[in-house]
């Protein structure tokens, strides 16, 4: 059973920096699609980040130039490392991963991912 597990969260001044740590286990294969989301409440659920199949990283433009998105697939983790946070960026903070889709012409993407992390809270205060 694949399950994904993050931590890190906490509460922090603006300004303040937190690391969050995604480590996966119950499968042996590689899940190249990997993403980070937030939650705040009353809000919808948004991508703050995510690794393509063929490594690109794409961030959401609230994020640029404060988080970074990085992996380690030996250890089946994948990690977010968020500076200069605002009160903006508190919420609840989630994993996902998933196997890429081929494609009709041969190639591969990511779709939606399947699988999802309980998520680790982050709260910045001003």
């Known amino acids: 059973q694949v399950q994904l597990a993050e931590s890190g969260g906490g509460s922090v001044q603006a300004g303040g920096s937190l690391r969050l740590s995604c480590v996966g286990s119950g499968y042996t294969y590689i899940m190249s699609c990997m993403g980070w989301f937030r939650q705040a409440p009353g809000k919808e659920r948004e991508e703050v980040a995510h690794i393509d199949s063929d490594g690109r990283i794409r961030y959401a433009n609230s994020v640029k130039g404060r988080f970074i998105i990085s992996s380690d697939s030996a250890k089946n983790s994948l990690y977010l490392q968020m500076n200069s946070l605002k009160p903006e960026d508190t919420g609840m903070y989630y994993c996902?991963?998933?196997?890429?889709?081929?494609?009709?012409?041969?190639?591969?993407?990511?779709?939606?991912?399947?699988?999802w992390g309980q998520g680790t809270q982050v709260t910045v205060s001003s």
């Open positions: 996902a991963a998933d196997t890429p889709d081929l494609n009709d012409d041969g190639s591969w993407s990511c779709g939606d991912l399947e699988y």
